[in-house]
Protein backbone atom coordinates (compact mmCIF):
# COMPACT_ATOMS: atom_id res chain seq x y z
CA UNK A 1 0.00 0.00 0.00
CA UNK A 2 1.32 3.44 -0.70
CA UNK A 3 0.90 6.70 1.14
CA UNK A 4 -0.53 10.05 0.39
CA UNK A 5 3.03 11.15 -0.94
CA UNK A 6 2.98 8.46 -3.18
CA UNK A 7 -0.35 8.66 -4.37
CA UNK A 8 -0.72 12.25 -4.38
CA UNK A 9 1.69 14.69 -4.04
CA UNK A 10 5.03 12.48 -5.94
CA UNK A 11 2.33 12.09 -9.53
CA UNK A 12 1.77 15.83 -9.22
CA UNK A 13 5.40 16.81 -9.03
CA UNK A 14 6.67 14.63 -11.64
CA UNK A 15 4.26 15.34 -14.21
CA UNK A 16 4.91 19.17 -13.63
CA UNK A 17 8.60 18.96 -13.90
CA UNK A 18 8.57 16.34 -17.01
CA UNK A 19 6.03 18.82 -18.53
CA UNK A 20 8.65 21.58 -18.45
CA UNK A 21 9.11 23.31 -22.23
CA UNK A 22 12.71 21.85 -22.80
CA UNK A 23 11.30 18.13 -21.53
CA UNK A 24 8.39 18.63 -23.81
CA UNK A 25 10.79 19.60 -27.03
CA UNK A 26 12.41 16.99 -26.30
CA UNK A 27 9.68 14.50 -26.41
CA UNK A 28 8.17 16.01 -29.44
CA UNK A 29 11.78 15.49 -30.99
CA UNK A 30 12.76 12.12 -30.25
CA UNK A 31 9.26 10.33 -29.38
CA UNK A 32 7.57 11.12 -32.39
CA UNK A 33 10.58 9.02 -34.25
CA UNK A 34 9.00 6.11 -33.09
CA UNK A 35 8.11 3.12 -35.51
CA UNK A 36 5.98 0.25 -35.08
CA UNK A 37 5.29 -2.06 -31.64
CA UNK A 38 6.66 -0.12 -28.76
CA UNK A 39 6.92 -0.95 -25.53
CA UNK A 40 7.21 2.09 -23.19
CA UNK A 41 8.87 1.14 -19.67
CA UNK A 42 7.63 3.66 -16.83
CA UNK A 43 5.08 5.02 -19.02
CA UNK A 44 3.18 6.97 -15.70
CA UNK A 45 0.75 9.08 -16.65
CA UNK A 46 1.22 8.99 -20.60
CA UNK A 47 2.89 12.35 -21.02
CA UNK A 48 4.58 10.94 -24.25
CA UNK A 49 1.38 9.20 -25.46
CA UNK A 50 0.71 12.45 -27.58
CA UNK A 51 4.02 12.49 -29.47
CA UNK A 52 4.20 9.02 -31.25
CA UNK A 53 3.55 9.85 -34.60
CA UNK A 54 0.10 8.10 -36.21
CA UNK A 55 2.57 5.45 -38.59
CA UNK A 56 1.13 2.81 -37.42
CA UNK A 57 2.74 3.23 -33.94
CA UNK A 58 1.02 0.67 -31.34
CA UNK A 59 2.30 1.68 -27.68
CA UNK A 60 2.19 -0.85 -24.90
CA UNK A 61 2.84 1.01 -21.53
CA UNK A 62 4.27 -0.40 -18.09
CA UNK A 63 4.33 0.87 -14.94
CA UNK A 64 5.00 -0.26 -11.33
CA UNK A 65 1.96 2.14 -9.75
CA UNK A 66 -1.16 1.31 -11.72
CA UNK A 67 -3.18 4.27 -10.44
CA UNK A 68 -0.24 5.88 -13.16
CA UNK A 69 -1.50 3.69 -15.67
CA UNK A 70 -5.49 4.80 -14.91
CA UNK A 71 -4.77 8.00 -16.04
CA UNK A 72 -2.38 7.52 -19.29
CA UNK A 73 -5.33 5.51 -20.39
CA UNK A 74 -7.82 8.32 -19.94
Do not use: W
Not at 17 to 41: D, F, K, N
Amino acid sequence: MTGFYDRHILPRLLDTACSLPPMTALRERYVSQARGEVLEIGIGSGLNLPHYGSAGTRVTGLYPAAARTVKAAE
